[in-house]
């Protein structure tokens, strides 16, 4: 095990939709917040070296050579040694659920190791850090299980454990066709789930491949890059959050947008951006249920806030206040080390235009909107007629003042743009579609006037701005100008001219944010690139683009938020919209390949008007 922080986009995603661990490329679990995906870190070496790690090492191999199994979450790592080779299996644990809630994890982290020719030596510590380092776990041992008061963790295995200061050590020597399990259990067990003995990794294995694969094989997408499609649809699946439904945006927090940069923040939680997208793609790849899920999420935030729809907001309830946590080094020394995320503080008219755009997917997808839930979102339709006028902080949440960002007009647009067809959608006589569609048509006019320049042909960031924004990408994508209108081409143009920073890569923007440092290539914004080059009739150039991204997958198939020109990866990771922007941007071009197919999706609530 060496000190020197591994690529992040080389660690391995494991998750039971409930929390998720990462796993180094020496095997080490360097990432592990219990009891839920936002809960404290008690491996948190991935942020500081010192901060809690669970290895296990086998004597004499090299880095292991690793796979996803396929259609799952579980991590197969094969280790070779002059001696013997072993094969390793890492997953949190699941079991069959109900029809609406079909996996339940069972609050279990297995690590099984079986030697496959000669014979292998195993080594394993945990050296467990509650509250992401700060504390000793308190381990105590009760006949032959060792577990913690606070955090809950229990400890299963067929070894003899020793405790050395604060830490759980074991050495053990397998012989061809030896197996053992070391499984920690975290939190409270879920009902109808005893803990798990030695013994159980086996059919804990088998049966969390099978949910998975059963998962997976609800999806009969064959087209575009099908492989990569289906295991980001996984990707998503691993971040929702079993209990509500949510989507967090990434299982980490902190990871840097540079080295030693202080561009860090927590994306533990659930942004409400691309709601749409989310929805249509789990719909498209036969994933209804969590769709539904989702939507019911989405509309239970929307009727707790009547006053203002927060830009993001916890899986579960209230989010944490951002906070720093100076102890932490930081991923290669990059502080501060943040927790919870003041953008939820911000105003992002943004917001109202990603749900109400979810709502007529939704209500297109399944007819299934109530009045109760109607009730509820043409009251932010009526707050959007009312404000979109304003300024904001925008999509991009930049900690300074607001300005009037063209995005917010745009997604202010589709909030009322959506908020009249749904009206139609559900007879309902009584909204004021008037007041709306007069709002809409100013807007729109106000939008076409300023937040467009002619000088450079192009949309812009802002008012009065000359800089550019990729998420403006967006434009025909949401139905506001056909793909192929000269100033959508000439928006294409100008941000690959000017945001470019290799090939397909893309920058969000390059205005003065407040912050020192700079960011990479936003991996979301490039692969929408590719679906607006779709869209433009350019389809070779978007297919040129979408296999240079996906040669910038992780060697496991994941992607972080950013990557720099030399393409290395930077930020949260794995980041959920990265992979939706993926499939969104497959679909596209499986469409291309189809006029009609095209054609309809375009015609989707207006989309090629």
Not at 345 to 352: L, S
Request: hydrophobic residues 40%; charged residues 25%.
């Amino acid at each position: 095990m060496t000190d020197a922080f591994p690529p992040i986009d080389s660690y391995a995603f494991l998750s039971d939709t409930h929390t998720s661990a990462l796993v180094a490329p020496d095997g080490a679990v360097e990432w592990f917040c219990v009891p839920r995906f936002d809960g404290d870190a008690v491996f948190a070496r991935l942020l500081d070296r010192r901060a809690g790690v669970f290895s296990m090492t086998v004597a004499g191999a090299d880095l292991p050579d690793r796979r996803y199994l396929p259609e799952t979450l579980v991590l197969e790592s094969r280790y070779r040694t002059a001696s013997g080779t072993a094969v390793g299996h890492d997953f949190l644990a699941l079991r069959a659920g109900s029809a609406e809630q079909p996996t339940h994890a069972v609050r279990l982290l297995v690590r099984r190791l079986t030697a496959e020719r000669g014979t292998v030596r195993l080594a394993v510590r945990i050296a467990a850090r509650p509250d992401y380092g700060r504390r000793d776990p308190g381990w105590s041992l009760t006949g032959t299980r060792w577990s913690t008061p606070e955090p809950c963790l229990r400890l299963h295995a067929d070894l003899p454990f020793q405790l050395r200061d604060t830490d759980l050590c074991a050495e053990v020597e397998l012989v061809e066709g030896q197996s053992v399990d070391v499984v920690l259990g975290y939190g409270s067990p879920p009902e109808g789930n005893g803990p798990a003995e030695p013994g159980d990794g086996a059919a804990l294995l088998a049966e969390t491949c099978r949910i998975w694969r059963d998962w997976s094989a609800r999806s009969d997408y064959t087209g575009v890059e099908a492989a990569a499609v289906r295991h980001s649809a996984l990707v998503l699946r691993g971040l929702c959050f079993d209990e509500t439904g949510a989507l967090v945006a990434a299982a980490t927090t902190a990871l840097p947008e540079e080295v030693g940069g202080v561009r860090n923040w927590d994306y533990r939680y659930t942004w409400h951006r691309d709601a749409a997208l989310l929805l249509l793609a789990l719909f498209r790849l036969g994933h209804a249920e969590e769709g539904r899920r989702y939507l019911r999420f989405l509309l239970d935030v929307c009727a707790g806030s009547a006053d203002r729809l927060a830009p993001v907001v916890g899986i579960a309830g209230p989010m944490a206040e951002e906070r720093v946590l100076p102890h932490l080094s930081g991923y290669a020394d990059s502080s501060p080390v943040r927790v919870g995320n003041e953008a939820a503080d911000q105003v992002q008219f943004d917001t109202y235009g990603h749900v109400l755009d979810a709502a007529l997917a939704y209500q297109e997808l399944t007819g299934e909107l109530t009045e109760p839930e109607w009730a509820v979102l043409r009251h932010h339709v009526d707050t959007m007629a009312e404000r979109w006028r304003e300024e904001d902080h925008g999509v991009w949440e930049i900690r300074g003042p607001r300005r009037h960002y063209v995005n917010s007009k745009l997604m202010s647009w589709v909030c009322l743009d959506r908020g009249v067809t749904l009206a139609g959608m559900l007879g309902d006589d009584t909204a004021p579609v008037s007041t709306w569609c007069q709002a809409r048509d100013d807007l729109r006019a106000e939008i076409l006037d300023r937040g467009y320049d002619a000088g450079i042909g192009s949309f812009v960031l802002a008012y009065g701005s000359t800089e550019l924004d990729a998420s403006l990408l967006r434009i025909p994508l949401v139905g506001f100008l056909p793909g192929t209108d000269p100033r959508v081409l000439g928006t294409i143009d100008r941000i690959r001219e000017r945001l470019g920073v290799a090939p397909a890569l893309l920058r969000r923007y390059t205005t003065d944010d407040g912050l020192p440092g700079e960011e990479g290539a936003f991996l979301l914004c490039s692969f929408e690139l590719v679906s607006a080059l779709v869209l433009a009739g350019r389809v070779e150039q978007a297919r040129d683009a979408f296999t240079e991204l996906c040669r910038h997958a992780g060697p496991l198939g994941l992607y972080a938020e950013q990557l720099s020109a030399d393409g290395i990866a930077f930020g949260n990771y794995p980041q959920a919209f990265t992979h939706l922007a993926l499939i969104e941007a497959a679909l596209n071009l499986d469409a291309a390949g189809d006029r009609e197919a095209l054609h309809a999706w375009a015609e989707r609530s207006g989309r090629n008007s």
